[in-house]
């Protein structure tokens, strides 16, 4: 779930059509406090030129919010993200099943997981516990080896 952000300058609402509901306590707190906001139900890759001019002219002290499918939000994420957002500029909120990239510790072969806490590795057979360590660089979270 969200929290809200005080003391910020304005409030970014993007969503698909699958997130919306996700941010209407927020939009009502930024009503009742007067927060300017700006929200976009955002339908295609193909507004993908919005985007960028949408981020490109907000100032600082903009808070970002993004709710939607694992595909949207990250690629929302990675716009805004260019545009000179940092990841403490912005909550995100994923709705429906997100596949995982894994990378095996052992062999550092990549692979997809759903939901699973448990996992063999695609390349090398090891068993492997998915972590909660994300690697930015690698855009994947770590397997550890399963120890018993």
């Not at 072969?109 to 695609?122: F, H, I, K, R, Y």
Request: aromatic share 10%; glycine share 6%; net charge negative.
């Amino acid at each position: 779930m969200f929290s809200y952000a005080e003391s910020k300058r304005k409030f970014l609402f993007c969503t698909d059509s699958e997130g919306d509901q996700n941010l209407n306590i927020l939009v009502r707190q930024a009503l009742n406090e007067n927060v300017p906001f700006e929200f976009h139900i955002l339908q295609e890759e193909s507004e993908e030129r919005f985007v960028n001019e949408w981020f490109s002219k907000q100032k600082m002290g903009a808070y970002l919010y993004i709710s939607g499918t694992a595909d949207f939000v990250k690629r929302i994420q990675g716009v805004a993200m260019k545009a000179g957002f940092s990841e403490h500029d912005m909550q995100s909120l994923i709705i429906g099943p997100a596949m995982k990239k894994l990378v095996c510790c052992t062999c550092h072969g990549e692979n997809e997981v759903l939901d699973q806490s448990q996992v063999a590795c695609l390349h090398c057979g090891q068993k492997l516990e998915v972590s909660d360590h994300y690697s930015r660089r690698l855009d994947a979270f770590l397997g550890y080896v399963t120890i018993k």
